[in-house]
């Protein structure tokens, strides 16, 4: 039994209990009418906060369903927000264009044969009349040596003609004396007459004989010029198409030997524009573009020349328009692709809106055919009657009428705007 | 001051009917050491469960210091049995698997005292009834002895004005039979609780100042001791 | 008798017990681990097919020219749309809301050196709006630009890797077939879609697009969105009529071209889904019936031991209300304790079942608070009858029993 160790302790109770402290049944205890009281209050205190969550809970689900409901969209949430602002208007066109020298001339070949000498390279400078290739002269000169005899044999029988002419002349000539003497018959003499006129053809014959040798002489001689191929401008040669050795046709159509390009410090860039674009493009414009190789510099240059014919790819029309750039140094190389923007117009004034604003019209309002700008406030629209100068497709400038900077201005219905005034 | 008249309790219904209470009337005053005696079925349990307000008499009065409890609200007779009167079973019913500590603090959960508080006035209520030190033990751990002094503990925690004892020494060996009843009796005398007890033991009996005999649902005699 | 007291008397009466406990809240763990499961597998499942269609739009239908003879569109020898139709869409389909054309082209975007053969589609804002695309940086197409046929585009973020790298994209401008393009911003990314990469993908306008790289009015498809999901039908009916008076298709003659409704895939694999789901449903459902009835027996059985209990209780004190609250609590505490455990077993679960039919894996956000509510509800619900069985014992009589 595990009773011993609580027969060692006393078994007295002499210590009160520590609560009301008193010793005894003395201390003070709620008589029971009060106590009665007491919870008489606290059960209608109970049933009072009962009562009370109970109609909390109905003013709860209200305030659940409050913040829940579907709140009307705000004013100011119905509708995409524009600025105005006084930047200014730089109007811009954009195409992309290949880079190329103002003039490069190709140089061909008028004659075949094999090339025997190619004196310059790649980016060599070339004057005016300086040999860039020679064909092998051989076959040519020969042809020449050939012509040249041609024409001293023609030359001989031309002295031959004359000779013969004078000869016949003489003839004649006797014998019209003779005949006058009537020492001859009227038949001899009809003979020599018709004999000196066949002299004369004669003469003209070899007399043409002799032009046609001249001719083919120097048709010969100029075909031997050909074969020294020679730069008709100073640049530099930016295109060698051939290499001694190789033989060359020329037979329908001149082989394009070398491009010589006159200046490359003066560059030019041929801009697609878009046939939207090109009515505001004119020469004088300035244009700035940019090229893969220099990312981050921006060239600056004019437009020149604004071509009349059209470049149609896929029925996509397209015009060229030339701008002419300085290139003192080099940085640009023909071919380069050049992302172009030419300016082609400045807003007078600074203060400009976005395009959109301008367009729209606030449900509910009715539509104003005198341009303008709606703004908000509170709930109310308000109208700016402005006359639009240029714009860039995005932004259009303020000709005319006075909004100030940095009003917002309507630009179109938020698609919560939408759904508002769908319904 | 407790007082019961002409109460009368039947248990059953018509043919069955068993009268426990024949019109008892019976008054205790602040302070008394009452011992309930008499033979098994005499009605003296269920004079204790009356006053405890555990049992509703058939037909009666029972006043608490005056007041008519069939009057009261269901929890206001909670209140009553929660601070007026404490409780001492001879089975001792403490909760099964549940520390000695927390058995003691279950009228004070129900009193609305905190958890602070609580724990002080249950660790020294077992302090007062001689089991300090032995807050955490299981009533499985303790012998019966020390089961009732927890259950005296619990009865006493909450400062009740009456003591309603039902046989507390009837399932322990004379021995500590003994020892509970000092503890009783020094809870009536020292603190001047009010003790109801029911017992068929005369020497348990002796401990009282005031002998109230029940025989057949009246009482047959009402005597002190003193 | 607070709150916390009562939980706490609640609990070390379910410690003193725990095996049994345990083992009561099993068909709640069941049935809200199948309730959780259920969330997922629909859940996950509903992203997987919304992810493959509703990246298409909502209530979208997409015209294109062509047969459907078989699986796939014939387009072959099929006159192709033009900006007309479109028109006459938006004049004449009422149940249309927003139209947009769609035309595109695979060409090559360069910047700098770096360059990237995409696909150059050309559309209105329309389009943005329909299938719900939304820019992470810079801003959406707008009227303004179409109208303008603006240079202009917005890239895919695979587009926008491949020439920017790391680098901003938006205010630069980049080269499409010898145009210059201004990037004004960049998509959401979407990931890939049947195995294609959504987002390698330029847009531009549709003016710009036919004007200055196609040159003509046609058309590759027409996209729609019809005003409301109820009037999806309608609208598809009403742009077959226009589309085939535009055509000249003669009554009894198939149409050259097709409406799609990219809800009639979906409806196919929700079906699916759906059937999943009322079965797990009913399994759920017998599971928590089953798992309250266990608590409500557990609870009517614990009443019962412990009447010594109660009537102690009753006698230090307690009211009925007390030991009402005290066993409810009991009761849902059981059921929260099995539903939570249900709630993990379900997570876990479904995460792994998940992964093993490859759909993405959604946590059921919603079935959390449900699992909580169901198993609060079942608690309540299965526990009221022990609980007022306790609160109505009689106080010696409780004492009494044995």
Not at chain 1, 215 to 229: D, E, Q, S
Not at chain 1, 261 to 287: H, P, W
Not at chain 2, 155 to 169: G, K
Request: net charge neutral.
């Amino acid at each position: 039994m595990a009773e011993t160790r609580s027969l060692e302790k006393p078994l007295t109770v002499t210590t009160a209990l520590p609560v009301n402290g008193s010793n005894g049944n003395s201390h003070e205890r709620e008589p029971l009418s009060d106590m009665i009281a007491h919870e008489e209050m606290r059960q209608k205190r109970t049933r009072k906060i009962r009562w009370l969550l109970l109609a909390l809970v109905p003013l709860l689900l209200l305030g659940v369903w409050f913040l829940l409901r579907p709140k009307p969209v705000p004013m100011p949430l119905r509708f995409r927000m524009g600025t105005v602002t006084d930047a200014g208007i730089v109007r811009e066109v954009k195409a992309t264009g290949d880079v190329e020298a103002v003039t490069t001339v190709q140089v061909g070949a008028e004659v075949s044969g094999r090339i025997a000498q190619v004196p310059v390279d790649f980016n060599s400078p070339v004057e005016v009349g300086q040999t860039l290739a020679k064909i092998d002269p051989t076959l040519y000169q020969a042809q020449l040596d050939q012509a040249e005899a041609e024409v001293i044999s023609s030359q001989r029988g031309l002295d031959q003609a004359i000779a013969n002419r004078d000869h016949m002349a003489r003839d004649l000539d006797r014998a019209k004396q003779l005949y006058s003497k009537n020492l001859l018959a009227a038949s001899e003499l009809d003979t020599d007459t018709s004999n000196l006129r066949v002299a004369n053809e004669t003469v003209a014959v070899a007399q043409a004989a002799v032009k046609s040798a001249l001719g083919a002489r120097n048709v010969a001689r100029t075909n031997l010029a050909h074969c020294t191929i020679r730069s008709q401008i100073k640049g530099i040669v930016v295109t060698r198409n051939i290499d001694s050795g190789q033989t060359i046709a020329s037979v329908f159509q001149t082989p394009v030997l070398f491009a010589v390009a006159a200046d490359l410090k003066k560059m030019q860039v041929v801009a697609a524009v878009d046939e939207a674009d090109i009515g505001e493009v004119v020469e004088g414009q300035r244009a700035t573009f940019t090229v893969n190789a220099y990312p981050n510099r921006k060239f600056e240059g004019t437009v020149t020349q604004v071509r009349n014919s059209p470049t149609i790819v896929e029925d996509v029309v397209t015009y060229g328009a030339v701008i002419t750039v300085a290139n003192s140094d080099l940085a640009l190389k023909p071919g380069m692709t050049a992302t172009v923007s030419i300016v082609t117009g400045f807003s007078k004034r600074p203060i400009k809106v976005p395009n959109a604003a301008l367009h729209f019209t606030p449900p509910g309002e009715a539509f104003d055919s005198v341009p303008g700008v709606w703004t908000l406030t509170g709930q109310q629209f308000r109208r700016y009657h402005l006359t639009p100068g240029i714009t860039d497709g995005e932004w259009t400038e303020v000709a005319q009428g006075s909004i100030p900077d940095g009003t917002s201005v309507l630009l179109e219905l938020t698609p919560e705007g939408k759904n508002v005034y769908a319904k | 001051m407790l007082e019961l008249r002409n109460i009368t309790k039947i248990y059953g219904q018509q043919a069955s009917a068993v009268r426990a209470l024949d019109r008892i009337t019976l008054g205790v005053n602040d302070g008394e050491f009452v011992a309930i005696t008499g033979p098994s079925g005499s009605g003296k349990s269920t004079t204790l469960s009356i006053f405890g307000i555990l049992e509703t008499p058939t037909a009666g009065e029972y006043l608490i210091e005056g007041i008519p409890v069939q009057n009261l609200a269901k929890q206001v007779l909670a209140l009553l049995r929660n601070n007026r009167f404490g409780f001492v079973f001879q089975t001792f019913n403490l909760l099964p698997r549940t520390s000695a500590l927390e058995n003691v603090m279950l009228p004070l959960i129900y009193a609305g005292v905190g958890t602070r508080e609580r724990t002080a006035r249950a660790k020294a209520a077992l302090d007062s009834v001689g089991l300090p030190g032995r807050y955490d033990a299981h009533p499985n751990q303790l012998s019966g002895g020390q089961q009732q002094r927890v259950a005296i503990a619990r009865a006493i925690v909450n400062n009740p004005s009456v003591i309603l004892a039902d046989e507390p020494t009837g399932n322990l060996d004379s021995k500590m039979g003994k020892e509970i009843m000092q503890l009783i009796q020094n809870l009536n005398r020292d603190r001047g609780i009010t003790v109801l007890m029911v017992t068929h033991d005369a020497s348990c009996a002796a401990y009282a100042t005031r002998e109230v005999s029940f025989l057949d649902g009246k009482i047959e005699r009402d005597r002190s001791n003193a | 008798m607070t709150i916390s007291s009562t939980v706490r008397l609640a609990e070390s009466a379910l410690l003193r017990n725990k095996m049994r406990s345990l083992l009561t809240t099993l068909g709640m763990v069941i049935g809200v681990g199948a309730v959780v499961i259920m969330q997922a597998m629909g859940q996950g499942a509903t992203a997987y097919i919304s992810d493959q269609i509703s990246g298409l739009g909502a209530n979208m239908l997409i015209a294109v020219p062509g047969t459907t003879r078989m699986m796939g569109a014939q387009s072959a020898g099929v006159p192709l749309l033009v900006e007309a139709d479109l028109e006459a869409l938006r004049r004449r389909a009422h149940s249309v809301r927003d139209i947009a054309p769609l035309i595109n082209r695979p060409l090559r975007t360069m910047y700098g050196t770096n360059y990237h053969n995409t696909v150059i589609n050309g559309t209105t804002p329309d389009f943005f709006r329909i299938r719900k695309f939304v820019v992470t940086e810079g801003r959406d197409m707008s009227d303004e630009d179409e109208r303008t046929g603006a240079l202009v585009c917005i890239l895919g973020p695979t587009v926008q890797t491949a020439l920017f790298g790391s680098d901003h994209a938006v205010g630069k401008e980049i080269r499409i077939h010898n145009l210059p393009m201004r990037v004004i911003g960049i998509l959401e990314p979407r990931g890939s879609m049947l195995g294609m990469d959504a987002d390698d993908i330029v847009y531009v306008p549709y003016n710009t697009f036919a004007r200055r790289i196609s040159g003509n009015d046609r058309l590759g498809a027409i996209m729609f969105s019809a005003l409301s999901q109820d009037e999806i039908d309608d609208a598809k009916e009403q742009a077959t009529q226009v589309l085939r008076q535009r055509r000249h298709i003669l009554p009894g003659e198939d149409d050259d071209f097709v409406v799609r409704d990219p809800r009639e895939m979906a409806s196919v694999l929700e079906s699916v889904t759906g059937a999943l789901t009322i079965l797990l449903s009913g399994i759920a459902a017998i599971s928590l019936l089953v798992g309250g009835i266990g608590i409500m027996n557990i609870m009517l059985v614990s009443v019962t031991e412990r009447t010594r209990e109660i009537g102690l209780r009753l006698a230090v004190g307690a009211t009925s209300s007390d030991i009402l609250t005290q066993f409810l609590v009991e009761a849902t505490i059981l059921a929260l304790l099995g539903g939570m455990i249900g709630l993990l077993i379900g997570l876990g679960a479904s995460s792994i079942v998940a992964k093993a039919i490859s759909i993405p894996f959604v946590v059921p956000i919603a079935a959390i608070p449900i699992a909580f509510g169901v198993s609060v509800l079942i608690g309540i619900v299965f526990g009221v009858a022990p609980a007022r069985k306790a609160s109505q014992l009689i106080p010696l009589e409780a004492l009494r029993f044995e």
